[in-house]
């Protein structure tokens, strides 16, 4: 893992460092599953996912946020990303999830502070969830 979160009031940032642009989106569901896992042993399921945004930054947040929802509406919780594929407009994802009762804890992805940025030796993130 090469993620971390720093507690604010209110809020949880979470700090990513990935060698690419992908692992940053893996990261960030392993942040979410950190978060929303019950350590139960629900069904297993793959579900589809496509998210478009403007820009990379606001494409993690909207990850994140569609990750968050289809938890709460539909009892997924991430556990594996089996497939990725990054395109100009957005992304496609391919993800194993487990059937669970997480709790209602990520109110939404914030745009506070958000970043996704090249650095030297692979990518930096940080996004800001309002919790």
């Known amino acids: 893992m090469s993620y971390q979160w ?46 478009e945004a403007a820009d990379r930054a606001a494409l993690l947040a909207a990850w994140i946020d569609e990750l968050v929802y289809v938890a709460e509406s539909e009892g997924l919780v991430p556990e594996h990303l089996t497939e990725i594929r990054l395109h100009a407009e957005g992304l496609a994802a391919t993800v194993t999830a487990q059937r669970a009762e997480p709790p209602h804890l990520i109110k939404a992805a914030t745009y506070h502070r958000l970043e996704l940025t090249p650095r030297e030796g692979g990518f930096h993130a940080t996004v800001v969830l309002d919790v």
């Not at 940032?13 to 350590?39: C, H, K, N, P």
């Open 6 to 51: 720093i507690e604010h009031t209110g809020e949880l940032e979470l700090r990513i460092d990935a060698a690419t642009e992908a692992a940053v989106f893996e990261d960030a569901m392993g942040a979410v599953r950190e978060l929303l896992s019950s350590g139960g042993d629900g069904e297993r399921v793959s579900r589809e996912f496509r998210v």
